[in-house]
């Protein structure tokens, strides 16, 4: 018959086999790399260029862009006359409410431009627009001299027919992006395009007497 162990010698043994199994649960538990705490696999963290859009463009949205930040231009250089010109209240609040709606506008499309690598169109200088006048609604350099010639009541009606005309080109240049462009922010400007300036439209033949 074997000799029975003293009880000194075998706690030493058992504390020693507690610790291993604690240093290879430890082990287990520190593998958070392939599974998450439940078991199963721990999903991978998503890179920030997953998160971010497409947003597919083409040619056309391309084409809003470079026309509609030029025709924009024009009708702040428009409305920065009538703060000096004009004689109506109606008419030099209508002229800022425009610079303050269209100013942002240009912003936005050339920073999708940017984004696109396309080129920005570039300023021209003093009120020469001549690059761009076959656009619907742009007036020539020679209309924006006389308008800028004028003052009172003269000018509160140049400047409402001339408008008109320049917010019904935006409106064609909209529906043409609507028609056939694919980037979704800017169909959503150009139907604001269409619903901001076809009210504003009304509003101007109203102060012209022909609403």
Do not use: Y
């Not at 599974?35 to 056309?60: F, Y």
């Not at 250089?77 to 000096?84: G, K, R, Y």
């Not at 609040?93 to 912003?107: S, V």
């Not at 000018?155 to 028609?179: C, I, N, P, Y």
């Amino acid at each position: 018959m074997k000799p029975i162990r003293p009880l000194a010698h075998r706690v030493p043994l058992v504390a020693a086999t507690a610790v291993c199994a604690l240093a290879l649960a430890a082990c287990g538990s520190n593998n958070s790399g392939s599974h998450s705490g439940d078991g199963s696999p721990a999903k991978p963290a998503a890179s920030p260029s997953a998160r971010v859009p497409s947003g597919g463009h083409n040619a056309a949205d391309v084409a809003f862009a470079k026309g509609m930040i030029p025709h924009h231009r024009q009708a702040v250089e428009m409305a920065d006359l009538a703060a000096t010109r004009a004689s109506s209240p109606q008419v030099k609040e209508f002229a800022d409410k425009i610079k303050k709606a269209q100013a942002p506008e240009i912003r936005t499309l050339s920073g999708w431009l940017s984004a696109w690598h396309e080129p920005v169109p570039a300023e021209m200088p003093g009120m020469d627009h001549s690059a761009h006048s076959s656009m619907p609604g742009m007036k020539g350099m020679e209309e924006m001299a006389a308008l800028g010639k004028k003052s009172g009541k003269d000018f509160d009606r140049s400047f409402l027919e001339m408008m008109v005309g320049h917010h019904r080109g935006a409106v064609k240049m909209a529906g043409t992006e609507q028609d056939k462009g694919a980037f979704g922010r800017a169909k959503t400007l150009a139907a604001d395009i269409i619903r901001t300036q076809s009210a504003e439209i009304a509003r101007m033949n109203e102060l012209l007497g022909k609403g």
